[in-house]
């Protein structure tokens, strides 16, 4: 997994929590890559949620809460730094449509060795959309908060129904309902 992932995880628990929780939860975490990350470094995803588990510890926040959390941070954080992809998009729903063929295909440019989740979407009429996740990690959970950033990020109220599927494990697939309603 890129090291931006664990590079803006802990800029958000800096942020939102306090620099002496990043080192507590480091030092807890006990990460056999000393979490010690950079931007451009690939790191295994089992100390991401090995991260969010030991937050939860110390901040007494649900581990759901603080996934759907970072996942919203972490769309703001895109939508800051890849200003382009927004261009002549008017919404959430359709920026949404163009994660897979266009957003997808960019990183993987960037990036050769990565290898972002499967996104499909069936656009069922203007307010309304079926979103199909499916990874080999374990990350719908962020994927929602990701869509809940995106939405946010355009203004925008979408109720966001979550169906898990088997996929390779818990959290692996799954299929969101999404409905703009405002």
Not at 71 to 77: A, K, N, S, V
Request: with cysteine; glycine share 8%; proline share 5%.
């Amino acid at each position: 997994m890129k090291g931006i992932i664990f590079t803006e995880f802990m800029e958000m628990v800096e942020d939102r929590f306090s620099e002496d929780v990043a080192e507590e939860i480091l030092e807890l975490a006990d990460l056999p890559s000393g979490g010690s990350y950079t931007s451009l470094g690939t790191y295994s995803h089992a100390e991401v949620l090995n991260l969010v588990t030991c937050l939860s510890k110390v901040s007494g926040v649900r581990v759901e809460d603080l996934v759907l959390a970072f996942g919203e941070y972490l769309f703001g954080r895109f939508a800051d730094v890849h200003a382009d992809f927004f261009e002549n998009v008017p919404g959430s729903l359709d920026f949404m449509m163009k994660v897979e063929d266009y957003i997808h295909i960019e990183v993987q440019k960037l990036y050769p060795e990565a290898t972002p989740p499967k996104l499909s979407c069936d656009r069922i009429n203007e307010n309304e959309m079926m979103l199909h996740y499916a990874s080999h990690r374990p990350f719908a959970p962020l994927a929602k908060g990701l869509i809940q950033g995106c939405a946010a990020w355009f203004n925008e109220t979408i109720e966001v129904s979550q169906e898990d599927l088997p996929g390779t494990g818990p959290g692996t697939e799954a299929r969101f309902h999404l409905v703009k309603v405002a």
